[in-house]
């Protein structure tokens, strides 16, 4: 008999589900891509009926469903920090069981529940999953219930936080701080931040560190004196502007100098904290390894800088790094704990979510007014892509299981050619609208990475940045300081997007993609051929690859089907408020 | 200065939040760990800043000075709200004609009707047609969903436009502001709460929500006055609702959760008075109902299966009251009910409004009169609240009658309200889209089929979008993906204020089974035969023996889209003795079933059927 677990992770932001079968993760994804509502925090229902079709198994196979949070601490530190949106009375009239009693309710479920602390949660989603016997673990976020950041150590089948910094002085919190200041919103801007900082000079570090004083061993203490987050209104308070000397930005006004300079600022300090905890951290445990999750970890920039500049020789970054990956965390300790064995399967890729068949894709298509081919033979399909690349089309790509956590990695891309001067402005004004000074991500045959980029490893979840080596000029993915986030692919991962590579390399010479995420500015990823044929429709995507459907823009007039769903649909909205971290 | 809390409560933050989790909430220990964490009842002031809004609108409409006049012209940065009211673009400046101005909802936009025939366009017809010394203008202000609050914000802004008189023809939205009046006062809430979760005594219940309904009413009629001033004339035209033919949909029929085994003696009443009445036994019909609602008086089907019996029995008043009670079971708020105007509110309107000086036409009552004390159905309204072409022309007459008295004016009765009707086409459309409306909203086949037929008899034009529609709802694809459906919003300009009808919920989409089968049906009373072709497509898109189906898809087990609206489970979970899913298969095609279920509580000697 297998033995089944569930994980979540739900009611905050990023609600996720995933299922483990003896061990091995069988699938995972996240909310948001079903009920289409951005960061969704409700209970992961559709999610979860998913992992149960795809483990083949129904609800009475469960044996545990373990959730990411205690719940009791995380009150604990509510009513400690207060609130001016809470009284006595509401807070008496809540219930404080919700959680326990909707997954029974809401899943029909009756078997054990068992509760995991939210940074044992971000630790075990990246140790278990990173295939090493031993490793230190370090976990950096805003907060789970107390902790905001813990240092660990894994070794086999144990594993042991042994010291943590407390709420509310917080790494996360400190960046997501600067990000509310800089006129970006709270959870979702700080990458936005990451991609500033490039541009700046780090004129502000002294100030920055009147910020946040660094402590004893693991310890770090923030100068409450700016920070006004406790009383869940706001994250700075009024000594911040003064401190800088600047009033706060407002949203989608322009980026000055100055912004971009308190944003390589940031960057800088959190990275000298991140580097001399990661060596107390080495220095503790004597471990080659480290492992890394919590929201900071998706700081790309600052991950290649510790794995540089401290004595571990590998580092493992979950790449649901966020609270969506807890889920995969709290259900690895659930197996560790009912088996007493260690999950042995690394996580060598992130495609656990749904796929659609040739059939379906085809009743679909049937229903509309558009035109399109279909090509069965592989080799055929991804020569027609790569021409249509190289011809400087942009293809919305969709293409087996989907990806889980905030990248996408081959399988739900938007893709192009890295060449052009102009492919990043195109790409913005067709689909994704951001803002002009981010640049977007490539995609490279893991074969052929050390020729274009300076990195020794392999890279194949976007969690590290590199300098570009290229002999081509590739301006739409290398950013300012000539770094790139790259994503390497190989074929035993992703065949046919390697393959579609390789078919690119062939007609051009260049074994690289610029891979962005299909999705339009404030939207999940899409998820099902539905979402994508909209997305299509909706944008000035070129041609959209459905498995083994072609459909070219040029050949279809999709005015009507655009007005239909650009006007006409309601869009499901959840809104994570931008102005303060989501503490209640 | 913000600085962190003493890191000594920290214990006991960690004390109170495990009290709390373990049920305590209000015991000694509990009130002072609050008091001592300094978590108090009082909340700061929201510092932020209320932002007024002095532009001048009206609604959708913005002052503009022309030749000198201020005339109001829609507003571009407001046109997503354009098709919730009438399709005018500009209100001229007051001139010498009496003007009346027209405040409402949906019932007095015409819904289904508008923009080509509206209570307004009706009414300044009559007026200028029957008066005998004034000229009018009536200027159309009514307002798709809007509700009480908005109506009192409308008004003040209408009394820029200088009426000489305010006519109301609304009051079917005003459930949500009663709900947001009890959410926001404790002594309410607290009453309601203890009426109905603590006592569970639906009497009582209904007493304290109808008091303060009629609070509300009486609250808005005073608003109306006091802004207005002593001067203006108004009138409130009572909206009526569909008796007859409008009942209970599946999400307002969901058995209630009842004590002891009151569920299994509800169910077995229904059961019983629904074959009684199959039998046309009126009698057993009504012990049975009468069983229903002691059991459950908050449950509108047994009131709507003790009218049927009294129509059974040709006593129409009894029938009209248990019909109306039924309609206002929707107070208990069980779910996310249509607009209706409630027995209270009609009440209070009728014994207050002259206190306040203002003039009522009691639609109601006019309805009964026309139908000599029938009660008022199918004929008279297109769905739930909105009338028909003929009950448009009803109500206005009645209107245009009170305001000749007010105005000194003689009515001539040289137009007669018959003579004032829709064009053809849009008759057909109002009765398609009515039929989809009524589908959407559960309602039974025979009315879908009533309206089909009404469609088709004013314009065969109209099979071409019933084919079309009926193409597209067999369609597994979602509709605004579907080429039926560019087809149908190209091809028909009409259909603007109406096209959200042709668009489902996500992941929402039914098969709309009823509807698509009484379209086939009135299209082969107009010589057009579909069967063949929806049972392919039904079989292609949904077969069985083609692809396994999901019955957790709505497609296969919903029949509306109002089904039960609390929280959604992860699961199917059964709210009658019986579930009813829909499969597509061949006559003697075997079919397979995975079925994972689970009945808390099922007694050893329980069975499960498939």
Redesign the interface.
């Known amino acids: 008999m297998s033995l089944n677990i569930i994980g979540i992770s739900a009611f905050y932001h990023d609600s996720a589900c995933c299922i483990l079968q003896d061990g091995v993760l069988k699938a995972a994804v996240q909310e948001e891509r079903f009920s289409?509502k951005k960061n969704d925090p409700d209970l992961p229902?559709?999610a979860?009926?998913y992992c149960l079709k795809e483990a083949g198994i129904?609800?009475?196979d469960i044996d545990c469903i373990a959730y990411y949070e205690d719940?009791?601490?995380k009150?604990?530190?509510q009513?400690?920090?207060?609130s001016?949106?809470?009284?006595?009375?509401s807070?008496?009239?809540?219930d404080?069981?919700a959680v326990e009693r909707q997954i029974r309710?809401?899943?029909?479920y009756?078997g054990p529940v068992r509760f995991y602390e939210h940074h044992q949660s971000h630790a075990a989603s990246s140790y278990y999953y990173s295939g090493y016997d031993h490793a230190a673990i370090l976990t950096v976020d805003g907060v789970g219930e107390w902790a905001t950041t813990t240092y660990g150590v894994g070794k086999g089948a144990k594993l042991e936080l042994f010291e943590e910094v407390s709420f509310?002085d917080s790494l996360g919190l400190l960046y997501s701080t600067i990000t509310s200041y800089l006129g970006f919103s709270v959870n979702s801007g700080e990458y936005k931040v990451m991609g500033l900082a490039p541009y700046g000079k780090p004129l502000y570090v002294d100030k920055i560190r009147q910020l946040i004083r660094n402590g004893e061993a693991g310890q770090y203490e923030l100068n409450?004196?700016?920070?006004?987050f406790?009383k869940g209104e706001k994250m700075y308070?009024e000594?911040l502007p003064v401190l800088f000397g600047l009033a706060p930005r407002k949203k989608e006004t322009a980026i000055l100098p100055v912004h971009e300079d308190i944003a390589v600022s940031l960057q800088v300090v959190l990275e000298e904290i991140l580097i001399e905890k990661a060596r107390y951290l080495h220095e503790r445990t004597g471990a080659e390894n480290l492992c890394m999750a919590g929201g900071v970890a998706l700081n790309c920039v600052a991950n290649g800088k510790i794995l540089k500049s401290s004595p571990f020789k590998q580092l493992f970054v979950q790449p649901a790094a966020g609270d969506a990956g807890c889920a995969l965390g709290a259900a690895a300790l659930a197996h560790t704990d009912l088996s007493g064995e260690a999950m042995t399967s690394q996580l060598e890729h992130v495609y656990l979510g749904p796929s659609y068949g040739s059939?379906d894709i085809k009743?679909?298509l049937s229903?509309?007014?558009l035109r399109y081919t279909q090509q069965k033979d592989d080799e055929e399909l991804v020569k027609q892509v790569a021409q249509r690349l190289a011809e400087g089309k942009v293809i919305g790509w969709f293409h087996g299981r989907m990806e889980f956590g905030p990248r996408s990695l081959g399988a739900r891309s938007i893709l192009a050619d890295p060449r052009g001067a102009d492919m990043r402005d195109r790409i913005n004004a067709m689909v994704k609208k951001r803002e002009a000074f981010r640049p977007f991500a490539p995609a490279v045959l893991e074969s052929a990475t050390g020729e274009h980029f300076d990195i020794d490893h392999p890279s194949p979840f976007m969690l590290e940045t590199c300098q570009v080596i290229s002999s081509f000029d590739l301006p739409a993915i290398t950013h300012v300081d000539g770094s790139a986030r790259v994503q390497t692919v190989s074929e035993k991962t992703n065949p046919r997007f390697a393959a579609l590579l390789k078919a690119f390399a062939d007609l051009t010479g260049c074994p690289i993609l610029l891979n962005t995420s299909f999705n339009v500015r404030d939207e999940p990823i899409v998820c099902n051929p539905?979402e994508a044929?909209?997305c299509f429709v909706t944008t000035d995507i070129d041609c959209l690859i459905l498995e083994d459907f072609i459909i070219d823009n040029e050949n279809n007039d999709t005015s009507?089907?655009e007005?239909?769903?650009q006007n006409?649909?309601?869009r499901?909205s959840f809104e994570l408020n931008p102005n303060v971290y989501t503490f209640i | 200065m913000s600085v962190r809390p003493s890191s000594t409560l920290r214990e006991k933050a960690d004390a109170l939040a495990l009290l709390l989790s373990s049920g305590q909430s209000s015991t000694i220990e509990v009130n002072t760990l609050f008091e001592e964490l300094g978590i108090t009842n009082e909340q700061m002031a929201d510092t932020s800043l209320s932002i007024s809004d002095a532009t001048g609108h009206i609604g959708i409409y913005k002052p503009e000075e022309v030749d000198g006049e201020i005339v109001y012209s829609r507003d571009i940065s407001r046109k997503a709200r354009w098709t919730y009211f009438a399709d005018i673009p500009v209100i001229p400046a007051k001139g010498t004609r009496k003007r009346v101005v027209l405040l409402g909802e949906s019932v007095a936009r015409g819904f289904l009707l508008d923009p080509g025939f509206t209570p307004a366009q009706v009414l300044g017809t009559l007026l200028n047609g029957n008066a005998d010394r004034d000229e009018f203008e009536v200027i159309d202000l009514a307002e798709t969903n809007l509700g009480m609050a908005g109506l009192k914000e409308r008004y003040r802004e209408a009394l820029d436009l200088e009426p000489d008189m305010v006519l109301f023809l609304a009051g079917n939205n005003w459930r949500e502001d009663l709900v947001n009046m009890i959410l926001t006062d404790k002594t309410y809430l607290s009453r309601v709460r203890e009426a109905l979760v603590i006592n569970q005594d639906i009497s009582s219940a209904r007493a304290i929500l109808e008091e303060l309904f009629s609070e509300l009413v009486g609250s808005f009629l005073e608003y109306v006055r006091t802004v207005g001033g002593p001067a203006l004339p108004v009138i409130f035209a009572i909206p009526e609702f569909n008796l007859l033919d409008c009942r209970s949909t599946p999400g307002e029929r969901f058995i209630s959760r009842l004590p002891d085994n009151g569920i299994a003696g509800w169910i077995a009443a229904r059961d019983q008075a629904e074959v009684a009445l199959k039998e046309n036994d009126a009698q057993r019909c009504i012990a049975q109902a009468t069983g229903m609602i002691a059991l459950d008086p908050s449950h509108p089907y047994g009131y709507e299966l003790l009218a049927d019996a009294h129509l059974l029995l040709q006593e129409y008043d009894k029938a009209r009251v248990y019909l109306e009670t039924a309609r206002d079971t929707a107070l208990f708020c069980r779910t996310n009910s249509k607009p209706r105007m409630f027995n209270i509110t009609r009440q209070t309107i009728l014994q207050e409004a002259a206190g306040h000086n203002i003039e009522v036409v009691d639609i109601p009552e006019v309805f009964r009169q026309h139908l000599n004390g029938r009660i008022p159905g199918k004929d008279l309204f297109l769905d739930y609240c909105h009338f028909t072409a003929e009950g448009i022309q009803i109500a206005m007459q009645a209107v245009a009658d009170r305001i000749f008295t007010l105005s000194g004016n003689k009515a001539s009765g040289k137009l007669s309200p018959a003579s004032i009707r829709p064009d053809q086409e849009v008759h057909a459309m109002a009765h398609l889209f009515a039929a989809i409306h009524n589908a959407h909203w559960g309602q039974q086949y025979d009315i879908l089929y009533h309206h089909c037929v009404k469609a088709l008899q004013y314009s065969k034009e109209i099979a071409r979008t019933m084919i079309y529609y009926c193409d597209m709802m067999n369609r597994s694809a979602s509709n605004n993906l579907c080429k039926t459906l560019e087809i149908l919003v190209t091809g028909n300009t009409r259909l603007d204020r109406y096209v959200h009808a042709l668009l489902h919920p996500r992941s929402g989409k039914t098969m709309e089974i009823d509807l698509v089968n009484a379209m086939v049906a009135a299209l082969q009373t107009a010589g057009v035969n579909l069967s063949k072709y929806v049972d392919d497509l039904r079989n292609k898109e949904h077969g069985v023996a083609v692809q396994a189906v999901n019955l957790l898809e709505t497609f296969y087990h919903a029949t509306s889209y109002d089904e039960y609206q609390g929280t959604k489970a992860a699961f199917y979970q059964a709210r009658d003795a019986q579930s009813v899913f829909f499969l597509v298969a061949a006559k003697d095609e075997p079919v397979f079933f995975d079925i994972s279920l689970r009945v808390p509580g099922l007694q050893d000697d329980g069975k499960i059927r498939v």
Request: aromatic fraction near 10%.
């Open positions: 289409r229902k559709a979860f009926n129904t609800i009475s719940p009791v601490k009150l604990s530190r009513l400690w920090s207060g001016r949106f809470v009284t006595a009375d807070i008496r009239n809540t404080h069981a309710e809401q899943f029909g009756d509310p409450m004196e700016y920070f006004d406790l308070s000594a059939t009743k679909l229903a509309t007014s539905e044929l909209i009507i089907l007005m239909i769903n006409l649909l309601e499901p």
